[in-house]
């Protein structure tokens, strides 16, 4: 099976086997773990932040930030396809009983003004604007990026107003990468930032989530009391640190599938593509057809081989560490056959 539902289905290689096998352990619980202790350092230093902490997942981040971020009642701003809102099974509400305001971003990325229209202050009647969550790189408009500048002008708006600032990297590698800006210089203006290790950069389980030092005080005892804390962590903890050291350049050799796909994609007379040119490692596109329906085509693609993801009126495809340049020639000429078999229907 060629599978590019998610960069998430890449599996440990030998090479991050061995060092797992192998790591120094301690109970996280404690903050005893070496392993983990340095993850954190080196996750710090990334997104130069005073301290982190290991996470099992992702949402795990995203959510134990919002809740330290805010009190009940108070409005978290997102994108309208963020993350956070659309896939964490309504954890805002859940976790941190907050109101939601989504902004219309241009493929996940909004403006400065567009968020200083929709900042409250907050009264007795009107819920105050507390958090600001940005997603780099955006997932689902596609793997986008968002500018320097305009997540800093965010940034800037947003604190002028008394908010607080979070980003949602679980791809923010992919932006590093794509575009030579240091995750630090990304992170800049954001209070809290993470990185997930279970996307491109291949490794089983684990997402670092960084900030101040009393961010990540109160921030851990939520992932305590969430039952978060975790006792010989190292083990997975090795991964996450093989993953940042052998990792994170060959993320380029993912944007470069990513744009061979969907420049082959484009060139099909049958499918039309979002993003032909993708920032990153993420393609969406559908059939033209009403005769071929995204879910059709993708069941069609599966059972030759080639799997993908069905979001309804759109297909996603993300390339990662287990797909190489002969996959996506393959993917491709499988692609191609059933949009012309349904042609000729
Ligand atoms: C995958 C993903 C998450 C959640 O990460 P998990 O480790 O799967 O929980 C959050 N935000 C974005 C943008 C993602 O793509």
Partial sequence: ?????????????????AVIAVAEVGDEQKNEDPTVNRLLEMAADLLGKEAALFLPSGTMCNQIAVK??????????????????RSEGGGPAFNSG??????????????????????TSGSVYVPPSRLV??????????????????????????HEHGLSTHMDGARLLNAVVATGVPARDYA?????????????????????LAGSRDFIAQARRYKH?????????????????YALEHHIERLADDHANARLLAGGLAQMDGISVENPIPDTNIVFFS????????????????SRGVRMGDFGTRIRAVTHLDVSHGDIEQALAVI????REAGAE
């Avoid at 969550?133 to 947003?158: S, Y």
């Avoid at 009391?225 to 640190?241: F, T």
Wanted: glycine residues 10%; charged residues 20%; negative net charge.
């Fill in 1 to 17: 099976m060629i599978d590019l539902y998610s960069d998430t289905l890449t599996k440990p290689t030998p090479a991050m086997r």
């Fill in 68 to 85: 330290t971020h805010t009190r009940p009642g108070d409005v978290i701003i997102a994108d309208k396809m963020g993350h956070v809102i």
């Fill in 98 to 119: 907050v109101m939601v305001e989504m902004l219309d971003g241009d493929r996940g990325r909004f403006t400065a003004e567009q968020l200083a229209a929709v900042i």
């Fill in 133 to 158: 969550c940005l997603e780099q790189t955006h997932n689902f408009a596609g793997g986008t990026i968002w500018p320097l500048a305009q997540m800093d002008a965010v940034c800037r708006v947003a």
């Fill in 188 to 208: 800049a203006g954001c209070d809290s930032a993470w990185i997930d290790f279970t996307k491109g950069l291949g490794a089983p389980l684990g997402a670092a």
């Fill in 225 to 241: 009391m969430m039952g978060g804390a975790m006792r010989q962590a190292g083990m997975m903890a090795a991964g996450c640190i």
């Fill in 287 to 302: 059939p033209r057809s009403p005769r071929l329906t995204p879910s059709d085509l993708v069941a069609r693609a599966q």
């Fill in 336 to 339: 191609d056959q059933i949009v």
